[in-house]
């Protein structure tokens, strides 16, 4: 696993290069280049807090816009402080497929994996 940016906490969110290779076969399987990847931090789980990825064609007042070898990422300015230093990756193995987020930040997590503290 390489990430693309710089490791140090406060730099916002990281993708891998898997992460990235998956995000630019969904899209190319969508047929659109307007869309960009929106990592997103919600009330909920079990934990109080989960992750939300999506692709979003929108932009927001407040945006923090990343660029990883032409893949969009965009995070919330309310999101932006639980994710800063979290990296986002790419598995594909016989027990799992998916995208899997690491977090500095979270101090805490449910079994399931799907929400933080």
Same mark, same amino acid.
């Given at each position: 696993?390489?990430?693309?940016?710089?490791?140090?906490?406060?730099?916002?969110?990281?993708?891998?290069?898997?992460?990235?290779?998956?995000?630019?076969?969904?899209?190319?399987?969508?047929?659109?280049?307007?869309?960009?990847?929106?990592?997103?931090?919600?009330?909920?789980?079990?934990? =109080?807090?989960?992750?939300?990825? #999506?692709? +979003?064609?929108?932009?927001?007042? *407040?945006?923090? @816009?990343?660029?990883?070898?032409?893949?969009?990422?965009?995070?919330?300015?309310?999101?932006?402080?639980?994710? =800063?230093?979290?990296?986002?990756? #790419?598995? +594909?193995?016989?027990?799992?497929? *998916?995208?899997? @987020?690491?977090?500095?930040?979270?101090?805490?997590?449910?079994?399931?994996?799907?929400?933080?503290?």
């Amino acid at each position: 696993m390489t990430v693309q940016d710089e490791t140090t906490v406060d730099s916002g969110i990281l993708l891998t290069d898997a992460a990235a290779g998956k995000v630019k076969a969904l899209l190319e399987q969508e047929g659109r280049e307007d869309l960009a990847l929106r990592v997103a931090v919600q009330p909920g789980g079990c934990s =109080g807090l989960r992750y939300q990825l #999506f692709f +979003d064609e929108r932009s927001l007042d *407040g945006d923090v @816009i990343k660029d990883f070898d032409g893949v969009k990422v965009v995070t919330d300015r309310m999101s932006a402080p639980y994710l =800063g230093g979290a990296t986002v990756d #790419f598995v +594909d193995t016989i027990e799992k497929q *998916g995208f899997t @987020i690491d977090n500095p930040n979270a101090t805490g997590s449910c079994a399931c994996g799907d929400s933080f503290s």
